[in-house]
């Protein structure tokens, strides 16, 4: 049996992000103090916050007018108006609320807390500033892997992390918020197993994995290190989506 690795490296030197900022430039200048070079087959996972604040999607809480519906909700969940009424400009539904958290459909089709808004590493200089998720995260993905492509003549895959809490589980972990250049879900089905049967149900969330692995490596608190270079990904280039793996809402047996 041939031997299966899997690497996951932590880019060394990564700066601040800021508004209008080259992710690609960043990135490729990382690589190369990680005295690393990409490979074709390489993937790259990117922290959703550092293309989030090049894309311009850091909000100051002062500019932002809450509704009469934002007052309500933040008075249910025991959060700011100003953030409730953000929740709920990039959501489609509200799903659940409680203290501390509100579960929403936001406008990608993620179901999620508090629509992915989120204030951590958020640089203080900003004040009472939030960060959004990007407007078309796929489309983030597809924009840096041409643009990475172009300067370096290797194609990467790319993943846009985020960290996302699970129905069934306790914790939460990296998951793929964008994706450009693998494939996001994978149908094994019509596939046989090692005893030949035919298996019938077994999609693979593949980039969410990868978006899992990466985010061990980036850490959730002030590690500093929101780009990771995975090697070994075991699976051809592709046009996923991260659309591709949000479940449609007939299947969903939690709504």
Not at 45 to 61: C, D, P, Y
Not at 72 to 84: F, G
Request: aromatic share 2%; charged share 25%.
């Amino acid at each position: 049996m041939s031997v299966a690795v899997l690497s996951v490296t932590a880019l060394a030197d990564f700066p601040t992000v800021r508004a209008g900022d080259d992710l690609a430039a960043l990135v490729l200048a990382a690589v190369a103090a990680s005295e690393l070079s990409l490979q074709s087959g390489d993937v790259l996972v990117l922290a959703q916050k550092i293309v989030s604040k090049a894309e311009g999607r850091t909000v100051a809480l002062s500019t932002v007018e809450p509704s009469d519906q934002a007052h309500e909700l933040a008075a249910r969940a025991h959060k700011d108006p100003r953030v409730a009424e953000l929740i709920l400009r990039e959501s489609v539904e509200v799903l659940r609320c409680r203290p501390g958290v509100i579960i929403v459909e936001d406008r990608r089709g993620f179901v999620m807390a508090n629509a992915g808004i989120d204030a951590s590493n958020v640089e203080a200089d900003q004040g009472d500033a939030v960060l959004l998720l990007p407007v078309d995260p796929d489309a983030s993905a597809a924009r840096i892997r041409a643009a990475i492509a172009e300067r370096s003549g290797v194609d990467v895959g790319i993943v846009i992390n985020d960290s996302f809490g699970r129905a069934w589980r306790m914790g939460t972990v990296g998951t793929a918020v964008g994706v450009a250049g693998i494939p996001a879900l994978l149908d094994l089905r019509g596939r046989p197993d090692r005893n030949g049967r035919i298996l019938q149900t077994t999609d693979l969330g593949v980039a969410d994995e990868v978006a899992a692995a990466a985010s061990l490596m980036m850490g959730q608190a002030g590690e500093g290190r929101p780009a990771t270079l995975v090697r070994g990904f075991p699976y051809l280039a592709a046009d996923g989506k991260a659309r591709d793996l949000v479940r449609a809402r007939g299947m969903d047996l939690f709504r």
